[in-house]
């Protein structure tokens, strides 16, 4: 931490979710799946999809209007946005630049940046070195994916498939002079590990392929969906977010019992709750929203926090932890006092 007399706090938090709501019934309607195994493995109900016509931006800006809104600020106020995602909306520029274009932001400058499903936390860490340097004084991060138009949403393709939604969630951090006690992030512990990363991964397009990078072959051969190890993935998440987490908790100086609200990334409701009986961490310490969205990759903590803080679980004081796990494979944690 550059402890720079300086700390980065959220000034506003938004989330947006399409209206289109897939349950498991529907998705066991066009693949080999039943609700029972869905909840029953992942802990999953229903996600939500894009409607046609619908583009990850729109998500973005909603989910950004709103923590404008909340922060009581404009677009033209910020120095920087980061936006997070797994799913861009063009190969390049990404996301970030139509969603710029959508919030009419300026010059304000914008990255997409990408780390999966650790994404946001990635992204915080870069918005936390920004304001604690000097260098950016208020910066919006924000979390999107559009999952659903990159799914097999066949038999083969289930074991993903059933995993994924859509949605977005910003958050707005501001400096703040720090006082012992004063809100804002306390730390933030990030990990890879890249020798995991065809693990979890889409193959196409690449780059790197000859002669281009997306075949008629590679659609037949259905390279261009996600493939996922689950036993690996899984194996490696309830062994890497309590490492981690243990960690940023130690650098921020704060006790386990001391943490009021521990969110952890949606990917699977099997897999956090492994972690909070690993941590012994009482199911009302922790608050998840998989059931109603499904895994959202990088959308998932923003949008966790914009819900608990609309529902008075996270009011000002409290300490909240961040931890994440995903492609790469990436892995991270946060702690922070709202
Ligand atoms: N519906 C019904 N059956 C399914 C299915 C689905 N959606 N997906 C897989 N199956 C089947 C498999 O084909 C397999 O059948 P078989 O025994 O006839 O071969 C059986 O269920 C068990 O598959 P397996 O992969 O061993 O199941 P699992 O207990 O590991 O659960 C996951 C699968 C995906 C739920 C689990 O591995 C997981 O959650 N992993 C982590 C995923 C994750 O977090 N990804 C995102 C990271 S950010």
Redesign the pocket.
């Known amino acids: 931490m550059l402890n720079r007399g300086i700390r980065a706090k959220v000034v506003g938090t938004g989330m947006y979710v399409p209206d289109r709501v897939v349950t498991n019934e529907d998705?066991a309607g066009l693949?080999?799946?039943?609700d029972e195994?869905?909840q029953q493995?992942?802990g999953i109900k229903e996600r939500r999809y894009i409607e046609p016509g619908q583009m990850p931006a729109d998500l973005a800006q909603a989910a950004c209007e709103q923590a404008l809104e909340a922060a009581g600020l404009e677009v033209g106020d910020l120095d920087f946005i980061l936006l997070a995602t797994l799913s861009s909306q063009h190969e390049f520029p990404g996301t970030s630049f139509f969603l710029h274009e959508q919030l009419d932001a300026g010059h304000v400058p914008c990255l997409d940046l990408r780390a999966?499903?650790s994404g946001f936390l990635y992204a915080l860490n870069f918005a936390d070195g920004l304001i604690q340097s000097g260098k950016s004084k208020r910066v919006m991060v924000v979390g999107c994916e559009v999952q659903s138009t990159g799914i097999d949403r066949t038999t083969e393709g289930?074991?993903?498939?059933?995993?994924f939604g859509d949605g977005a969630g910003a958050v707005i951090l501001e400096a703040n002079e720090v006082e012992s006690d004063s809100a804002g992030i306390l730390d933030v512990k990030l990990h890879s590990e890249g020798k995991h990363a065809r693990r979890?991964w889409i193959e196409a397009p690449s780059s790197g392929h000859m002669p281009c990078r997306l075949t008629r072959e590679m659609i037949d051969e259905k390279r261009h969906f996600p493939y996922?190890d689950?036993?690996h993935?899984?194996k490696h998440?309830v062994t890497r977010m309590p490492e981690v987490l243990k960690e940023s908790l130690a650098n921020a100086s704060i006790k386990i019992d001391d943490v009021d609200l521990f969110l952890f990334?949606q990917?699977?409701l099997?897999?956090n709750e492994y972690v909070a009986q690993k941590l012994e961490i009482a199911p009302d310490r922790t608050f998840s929203n998989i059931e109603r969205f499904g895994?959202c990759?990088a959308a998932s903590i923003p949008m966790l926090l914009a819900e608990a803080e609309r529902n008075g679980i996270l009011a000002p004081g409290k300490i909240v932890t961040l931890t994440?796990?995903?492609?790469g494979f990436t892995w991270g944690s946060a702690v922070l006092r709202w």
């Open positions: 998705l693949m080999d799946t039943s195994w869905i493995r992942t999966q499903c289930r074991d993903v498939a059933v995993i979890l996922m689950g036993r993935v899984f998440a990334h990917a699977n099997r897999i895994n990759s994440a796990f995903g492609s």
